[in-house]
Every structure is written in structure tokens, then in C-alpha cells.
């Protein structure tokens, strides 16, 4: 079974940067189908998609975030990584790692959803 | 981006009681959607997707419906470990973009 867990500071300063890498395992994060997403949720505030990337380093970033993002991948260690720069108060949630699956359908059409997610880590951000 | 809202925000509902939540986008998303269960301190958790699809695992008192525009979750006989918020998520395009959430306690 497939199983994911985040991992990284649980506090973060002001103006630095928010590292975060989330462990695959009981699968190949290489897998052709897959990405591998980032999603948080802040306090009293909805889920945020920030963005997914593919094992080959392909990347997918939501535009709200994309200047401060970046999602890369270490298929050796079976990871993938979140860096956001210039955090500020407004960054604090929880963040989730999710397996970004590809379903394939009726020839050649697909769906993607996140099947398998990691338990979240709280990141607050204060001075 | 595209926005979804979903209706109602909660609802207050008994152990066998049928239950309905809908959720909408502010465009035509096809049959991109996908539903999730979130209990409190653990992980969503997929329980339909493409709109109709049952995930593998997931009781099938939960069902989904719906295309273009309005979809449909409805758990047919609420059950005491259905206790939760639930969360429509579309994936038509990037950025993909969740509902607000609908949380079901006990009446």
C-alpha cells in the first residue's frame, strides 16, 4: 500500500524559506501515471492545490504561488520536495503531499485526483 | 481559475438519514470532479472521482453524479464513521481548486 510522509520544520521565520519533502513508500515514485502534488490548508481557510510534478521534473504550479515555488523530485531517495520563498504569516497551514494520479479512460482520455495523501504538517510562520 | 462552491456549508444529520451535498463550478468542467472525506487529523481521503467513479475501498452507500457544471455527492445511509467534511475538488484544469467543504455532524 502505498504510503506518503511529510517532513521539514514545523516553524519557519518570516522573509525565509519553507522546505519540505515527503517520503514515498510500498510504490516507485516513477511511475509513468503519476504525480506527486502539494496541498495545504490554512487556518479556517479551504483547500490550495500549489502545484505537482512528474517524476521526470516536469512541474505544474499553481499561478498564485508560482513566483515563490518550487516542486522537484529525487527518484533515488523516492521523494519529492516543496520550497516557498519569502513566507509570510499568510503561509502558515497545514501541508499535505498526495500521490496526482493519472486515470485513463475510454482511449486515450484521462482524469487526474489525488488518491493517496500524507497525514499533513503543521508549518507555522512567525518571527 | 476556475471556482467551486458548494452547498449546503453544513448539515446536521442522523445515523440512516440519506444525504445530499452539491457542489458547482463557475464553469463547464465536463465530468473533471472528484470527491474527498476529511476527518479531523488525518488526511483526505478519495471517494469518488470523475465524477461517478467509486474509489477502490469506498463503501458503496457513497455515489456521485453530475456533469458540466452541477455534481452531486449523496451517501445513502449515513453511517457513524461518516462523520466529516467533504470537499469537491475539479481537475479539468490547472490550478486545480477545491470546494469550501461541506462538514455533516450529528443531529
Known amino acids: 500500500q502505498l504510503q506518503l510522509q511529510e517532513s521539514g520544520p514545523g516553524l519557519v521565520k518570516p522573509s525565509e524559506t519553507l522546505s519540505l519533502t515527503c517520503t514515498v513508500s510500498g510504490g516507485s515514485i516513477s511511475r509513468s501515471s503519476d504525480f506527486w502534488g502539494w496541498i495545504r490548508q490554512a487556518p479556517g481557510e479551504g483547500l490550495e492545490w500549489i502545484g505537482s510534478?512528474?517524476?521526470?521534473?516536469?512541474?505544474n504550479y499553481n499561478p498564485s504561488l508560482k513566483s515563490r515555488v518550487t516542486i522537484s523530485v529525487d527518484t533515488s531517495k523516492n521523494q519529492f520536495s516543496l520550497d516557498l520563498n519569502s513566507v509570510t504569516a499568510a503561509d502558515t497551514a497545514v501541508y499535505y503531499c498526495?500521490?496526482?494520479?493519472?486515470?485513463?479512460?475510454?482511449?486515450?482520455?484521462?482524469?487526474?485526483?489525488?488518491?493517496?495523501w500524507g497525514q499533513g504538517i503543521l508549518v507555522s510562520v512567525s518571527p | 481559475d476556475i471556482q467551486m462552491t458548494q452547498s449546503p456549508s453544513s448539515l446536521s444529520a442522523s445515523v440512516g438519514d440519506r444525504v445530499t451535498i452539491t457542489c458547482r463550478a463557475s464553469q463547464t468542467i465536463s465530468r473533471y470532479l472528484n470527491w474527498y472525506q476529511r476527518k479531523p487529523g488525518k488526511a483526505p481521503k478519495v471517494l469518488i472521482f470523475?465524477?461517478?467513479n467509486l474509489q477502490s475501498g469506498v463503501p458503496s452507500r457513497f455515489s456521485g453524479s453530475g456533469s458540466g457544471t452541477d455534481f452531486t455527492l449523496t451517501i445513502s445511509s449515513l453511517q457513524p464513521e461518516d462523520f466529516a467534511t467533504y470537499y469537491c475538488q475539479q481537475s479539468d484544469s490547472t490550478p486545480f481548486t477545491f470546494g469550501p467543504g461541506t462538514k455533516v455532524d450529528i443531529k
Open positions: 470523475l465524477a461517478s
Open positions: 510534478v512528474y517524476y521526470s521534473g516536469s512541474t
Open positions: 498526495a500521490r496526482d494520479l493519472e486515470y485513463y479512460y475510454d482511449s486515450g482520455s484521462y482524469s487526474r485526483y489525488f488518491d493517496s
